[in-house]
Structures are given as C-alpha cells and as structure tokens.
T-cell receptor, first 111, second 113 residues
Framework: GESVGLHLPTLSVQEGDNSIINCAYS??????FIWYKQESGKGPQFIID?????DKRQGQRVTVLLNKTVKHLSLQIAATQPGDSAVYFC??????????FGPGTRLSVLP | EPEVTQTPSHQVTQMGQEVILRCVPI?????FYWYRQILGQKVEFLVS????????KSEIFDDQFSVERPDGSNFTLKIRSTKLEDSAMYFC???????????FGDGTRLSIL
C-alpha cells in the first residue's frame, strides 16, 4: 500500500527478475502520466510517459500500464539491474501546467 | 543531451535572510517550474511559469516566494524571509510543450539555520 512521510514503500527484487511498481492516482480527469526515477542526491529523471487514450506503452526494458477504471498506473522493469535501484514516482497531469507526484516507491535490487 | 542546471547545489542561510535559487532551463523550452521536496517526502509543486508570467501556483507559494526570468536563459526562485520549514531540496524543471514530460535539474539543497 501507499505510505506518506519517511516511510516509503519498498520493493526488493533479485537482479535479473522483473519488477512491478504500482501507483494509485487521484484525479479521474488526469490525462497524462509520467514515471520518474530518482537516485540519491539527484533530480527526478524521466523514464516513460503515457496518455489517457492508451492503456499500455513500452520503452526499452520498461512498460507502463494504465487502468483508468480503477485509477491505477504500473511500471514494469524487465531484467532488473543494480543500476535500477532508486525511488520511482508516478506523476499525473490534468490539462494543466503542473504535475501531482505520488509518494514514491523505493526499489532495491539484490545481487 | 540538453539538461536543466541549477546553482548552487547547496545553500546554507540564516533564518530570516533572503535566498535566490537559480536555474538554467533547457534552451528551447517554454514552460518552467519550481518544485520542492522535503527530506524523505514526495515532490511538491510550487509554481509554473509561461510567457513571462505565473500560470499556476500552489498554497505553498505564498507572498514570501517570487519567481523571475530576468533574461533569456535564467529562471530564479526567491524566498524573501526564510523560515526553518523552508529547508528542502528545490527542483527546477522545464518542458517544451504541454503534454510533454518535464525535465528536472539535480536540485538545490536549502538548509535554513
């Protein structure tokens, strides 16, 4: 489930396994979604985006799935590598200027 | 690949002092943003800027905050009289068009003493 404050949800996976990170978004009118990766001491880094007229989009080793019925977004990372260890945020946009960020999930890749 | 750059990387300021955080967005981008992230928490929107004016701002962005694009390249965030609770990472972001992703800088860590 989601957490706030200092207690980020954590997902631990073995190197080489697939990872699935989930996000529940808040606004049913949101039409554009982004997954960001944030490494320690750095700013959020764009991974992949999806518009509300799609339910799936694939990138290099990553796939985003959008379920508008239940306002749910997921990020799948194939063959997870040590360099994938980071905090992952989803962000939603509703025809406006700003994005609303989720609280984030910490992904730890075990050797 | 072009990137958003922010200076300084770390700013330490006495409470009550003014601070200016600087950003150079990606050169052909039109939309500019400031976000903050308190340690261990999620990224929070502060303000967006387009066509030389503020287009949206959050409740956090009160009268103590202001933004400027003084020339064709810089985008600044000023906090007039800093408070302890202003301590956070401040991220600048820019994007080219609406419904395109925002690109973030690596942030300025602001520490208020």
């Amino acid at each position: 489930g989601e957490s706030v404050g200092l207690h980020l949800p954590t997902l631990s996976v073995q190197e080489g396994d697939n990872s699935i990170i989930n996000c529940a978004y808040s606004n049913s009118a949101s039409d554009y979604f982004i997954w960001y990766k944030q490494e320690s001491g750095k700013g959020p880094q764009f991974i992949i985006d999806i518009r509300s007229n799609m339910d799936k989009r694939q990138g290099q080793r990553v796939t985003v799935l959008l379920n508008k019925t239940v306002k749910h977004l997921s990020l799948q990372i194939a063959a997870t590598q040590p360099g994938d260890s980071a905090v992952y945020f989803c962000a939603e946009n509703n025809y406006g200027q700003n994005f609303v960020f989720g609280p984030g999930t910490r992904l730890s890749v075990l050797p | 690949e072009p990137e958003v750059t922010q200076t300084p990387s770390h700013q330490v300021t006495q409470m009550g002092q003014e601070v200016i955080l600087r950003c150079v967005p990606i050169s052909n981008h039109l939309y500019f943003y400031w976000y903050r992230q308190i340690l261990g928490q999620k990224v929070e929107f502060l303000v967006s800027f387009y066509n030389n004016e503020i287009s949206e701002k959050s409740e956090i962005f009160d009268d103590q905050f202001s933004v400027e694009r003084p020339d064709g390249s810089n985008f600044t965030l000023k906090i007039r009289s800093t408070k302890l609770e202003d301590s956070a990472m401040y991220f600048c972001a820019s994007r080219g068009q609406q419904n395109q992703p925002q690109h973030f800088g690596d942030g300025t860590r602001l520490s208020i003493l």
